[in-house]
């Protein structure tokens, strides 16, 4: 069974760190971008930012440009969230997701076929 398993998050204050992964299993990462999205509540699904299969990066969320950093390690079959001064508008399930096929980063959700069940990210004082 393909899916992806997504750890990291938990509650932290604003200004804080945490580093989400995600971790593909039943199929291999490494040609596929990899996307984070996150959903606050109340709120529509948002793509965060994405990696290609060469490491570059794409950011949608202009709040998190300098703030976010994705990465990747094939290797483990692993891609890594880095949030660095967390805001309390951060706060959010974060997802992350790839394509059935393609090698570009795309902000629809819709075009995306396998999912994580999310994790969960509190940013509060």
């Known amino acids: 069974q393909l899916q992806f398993v997504e750890s990291g998050g938990g509650l932290v204050q604003p200004g804080g760190s945490l580093r989400l992964s995600c971790a593909a299993s039943?199929?291999?990462?490494?040609?596929?971008?990899i996307h984070w999205f996150r959903q606050a509540p109340g709120k529509e699904r948002e793509a965060v930012i994405c990696?290609?299969?060469?490491?570059?990066?794409?950011t949608w969320a202009d709040s998190t440009k300098d703030r976010f950093t994705i990465s990747r390690d094939n290797a483990k079959n692993t891609v890594y969230l880095q949030m660095n001064s967390l805001k309390p508008e951060d706060t959010a399930v974060y997802s992350c997701?790839?394509?059935?096929?393609?090698?570009?980063?795309?902000?629809?959700?819709?075009?995306?076929?396998?999912w994580g069940q999310g994790t969960q990210v509190t940013v509060s004082a």
């Open positions: 997701a790839a394509r059935w096929t393609g090698s570009s980063c795309r902000a629809d959700a819709r075009e995306m076929a396998y």
């Open positions: 039943g199929f291999t990462l490494d040609w596929r971008p």
């Open positions: 990696v290609t299969r060469s490491g570059s990066s794409t």
